[in-house]
């Protein structure tokens, strides 16, 4: 089938982009809503674009960014709590700029059109060019509102220090405010537009004047924040040299801030595609992945992005105040999308560090998302998408191996999901996303579809693995299949998947602890699901069709403690987070919010 004659599978069903923007609508549910959700939110981002228009290409990391959030209102009564539903557009620059004006969508080129090798030089040239005069334009008055930031705010949302924000990589983070999802402003590292001027630990911003200036503020859509320090960490990958810089924010509370904005990580020789990275207490650690990100491909009739199936995978480990003493460590080619947990092992003989992360030996995915076969070239006869663990030795041995690489489980492992307050530290438990019939690395054509939810006790399967010692890097564990999990009845199997029903998907999951909790695992994870049988015949989704907030016991993995019934659906999207009530009560001031004209 040509891709004329098959759907965008990133523009059908429930991934289709929704038109109706609801504030504060109350909702139904079944069930309890445990005491801990009172007063807090969980808000889910991902691309919603404004037109449904594929005739430039289309890919799943192009559009809007669109916030999608259920709030757990207190009231007075008997049932003590309300469940409001609001779904709002980030207004970023480029999104008030073709409200203003339909016909400059797309501004910016598609992912798509940048990664297909197919694509001519001179079309990419053309988009290029075609997007430069649309923001010149715009910033001369010629057009629509000033395009002063690309980033479309799509990917991600966290909060530090008072601030929530959504995130995307070509661009810095966007502040939002809760409850109603208003967008604040830009965060270039010291405030937020919006806010009102005041005293706070950083003085200098992301970027400068500039092309270069600009550039500089294109930061990672998964920044880490300390649980036991407040700072935020983020990375800044560019393609032009030094490649990928490096800022600490300290937070208020902060005693002794030690304060470091776009400081250059050394060891990169080219632009690289970067969307996550590792942070323990006292490291950092950056993937230098095979997926290059070079304009001057175009020179030489190559994709802008561009995976090497022949190169390698870098790790670059370094003290998390000191860049500058980066040791590289080097595997097989991968694709790394997402990192689960990385924490420090301190013992007498110095200082291991131990990541976990998902791991994806195809980039098949990348091109799926785009609506696009992958070439044969980089298609693997066993897709595999898992839940891997590094061990990285101490500095002072001198040795550039990694100390241990393997899987943990060979079930397919995505959009990863560890307490907050835990992260940092060598938790448990770790949750995340799987399927029972696809995987995250399929070579055919489709979507992510999430029918499983799954709880790893990774403290088991890292005592196993040490003691089996798997092969390296292709190792594992446990082998079982997704099926042969879930026939497992062993109460304390150290996998346990909670299985939607037959027609159901869910998207990534957030854990909410329980305030007296005994365990690590006393809690809950919240996450939105659709039932694709309200789709019509030919898969796409009414326009009554609705979606549901489940809220599922974490110590069993099998109850559905609550359902709120929303309003309208949410399409599948990127990534969630829960906010807590206190995070909600104690945001900074505001002093003006964005509007779209």
């Known amino acids: 089938m040509s891709k004329a004659e098959r759907k965008h599978p990133y523009l059908t069903g429930n991934f289709a982009p929704i038109s109706i923007r609801l504030s504060s609508k109350p909702c139904d549910f079944e069930g309890t809503i445990p005491e801990e959700f009172l007063g807090g939110q969980y808000v889910r981002n991902g691309t919603n674009p404004i037109q449904r228009d594929e005739s430039r290409g289309f890919h799943w990391f192009d559009g809007d960014g669109m916030l999608t959030g259920v709030y757990f209102n207190r009231i007075s009564g008997p049932a003590h709590v309300q469940p409001v539903f609001t779904n709002e557009y980030v207004l970023t620059?480029?999104?008030?700029?073709?409200?203003?004006?339909?016909?400059?969508?797309?501004?910016?080129?598609?992912?798509a059109a940048l990664t297909n090798p197919v694509s001519s030089s001179l079309r990419i040239i053309f988009e290029i060019l075609r997007s430069l005069g649309l923001?010149?334009?715009?910033?001369?008055?010629?057009?629509?509102?000033?395009?002063?930031?690309?980033?479309?705010a799509n990917t991600s949302i966290f909060h530090h220090d008072g601030r929530v924000m959504a995130t995307n990589e070509i661009g810095p983070p966007m502040r939002v405010f809760l409850p109603l999802l208003k967008t604040v402003g830009w965060f270039t590292g010291n405030m937020a537009e919006g806010e009102p001027v005041g005293t706070d630990a950083c003085k200098e911003g992301f970027g400068s004047p500039g092309v270069e200036g600009a550039l500089k503020e294109m930061t990672t859509a998964h920044p880490r924040v300390d649980p036991q320090t407040g700072e935020l960490l983020l990375f800044h990958s560019t393609f032009i040299p030094p490649f990928v810089n490096y800022s600490i924010i300290p937070a208020r509370s902060t005693v002794t801030p030690e304060f470091r904005l776009n400081r250059p990580v050394p060891g990169l020789v080219s632009g690289k595609m970067m969307h996550d990275f590792g942070v323990s207490h006292r490291h950092t650690?950056?993937?230098?992945?095979?997926?290059?990100?070079?304009?001057?491909?175009?020179?030489?009739?190559?994709?802008?992005?561009?995976?090497?199936?022949?190169?390698?995978?870098?790790?670059?480990?370094?003290?998390?105040?000191?860049p500058e003493l980066i040791r590289w460590f080097t595997t097989d080619p991968c694709v790394v999308m997402h990192t689960v947990?990385?924490?420090?092992?301190?013992?007498?003989?110095?200082?291991?560090?131990?990541?976990?992360?998902?791991?994806?030996?195809s980039v098949a995915p990348f091109f799926h998302m785009g609506n696009m076969a992958a070439p044969e070239a980089l298609k693997q006869p066993d897709p595999q998408c898992r839940l891997y663990y590094y061990e990285f030795p101490p500095s002072h041995e001198g040795t550039a191996s990694i100390s241990q690489q393997w899987a943990l489980s060979a079930i397919p492992f995505e959009f990863p999901c560890v307490p907050k307050h835990l992260e940092m530290d060598p938790t448990r438990f770790v949750y995340g996303c799987?399927?029972?019939?696809?995987?995250?690395?399929?070579t055919h054509?489709?979507?992510?579809?999430?029918?499983?939810?799954?709880?790893?006790?990774?403290?088991?399967?890292?005592?196993?693995?040490?003691?089996?010692?798997?092969?390296?890097?292709?190792?594992?564990?446990?082998?079982?299949?997704?099926?042969?999990?879930?026939?497992?009845?062993?109460?304390?199997?150290?996998?346990k998947v909670f299985a939607l029903p037959t027609g159901w998907y869910?998207?990534?999951?957030?854990?909410?602890?329980?305030?007296?909790?005994?365990?690590?695992?006393?809690?809950?994870?919240?996450?939105?699901?659709?039932?694709?049988?309200?789709?019509?015949?030919n898969g796409e989704a009414p326009p009554d069709s609705r979606s549901e907030l489940w809220v599922i016991d974490t110590a069993s993995m099998r109850e559905v403690v609550c359902?709120?019934?929303?309003?309208?659906?949410?399409?599948?999207?990127?990534?969630?987070?829960?906010?807590?009530?206190e995070q909600i009560v104690n945001q900074r001031d505001v002093e003006t919010f964005r509007s779209e004209y």
């Open 341 to 361: 947990n990385t924490w420090d092992d301190i013992t007498p003989g110095g200082t291991w560090v131990n990541m976990l992360l998902c791991r994806m030996n």
């Open 93 to 111: 620059d480029i999104y008030c700029a073709t409200v203003q004006d339909r016909r400059l969508y797309p501004i910016m080129p598609s992912v």
């Open 434 to 442: 799987s399927m029972r019939k696809s995987n995250f690395a399929a």
């Open 285 to 322: 650690i950056i993937i230098d992945l095979p997926l290059e990100l070079d304009l001057s491909n175009i020179m030489h009739g190559k994709p802008v992005v561009e995976y090497n199936p022949r190169g390698q995978t870098r790790l670059g480990v370094f003290p998390r105040h000191a």
């Open 563 to 581: 359902r709120v019934i929303l309003p309208q659906r949410v399409p599948y999207g990127m990534h969630g987070n829960w906010f807590s009530e």
């Open 445 to 495: 054509i489709s979507s992510f579809k999430i029918d499983c939810l799954v709880k790893v006790d990774v403290e088991q399967l890292l005592s196993q693995g040490k003691a089996k010692h798997p092969p390296s890097v292709d190792g594992c564990v446990d082998k079982r299949s997704i099926d042969e999990i879930l026939a497992s009845d062993n109460p304390d199997d150290h996998i």
């Open 135 to 152: 923001i010149f334009a715009s910033i001369f008055g010629l057009i629509a509102r000033p395009i002063k930031r690309v980033s479309s």
């Open 506 to 537: 869910a998207q990534e999951c957030s854990f909410v602890p329980r305030k007296e909790g005994r365990y690590e695992d006393d809690g809950w994870l919240v996450t939105y699901v659709f039932d694709e049988s309200q789709l019509d015949g």
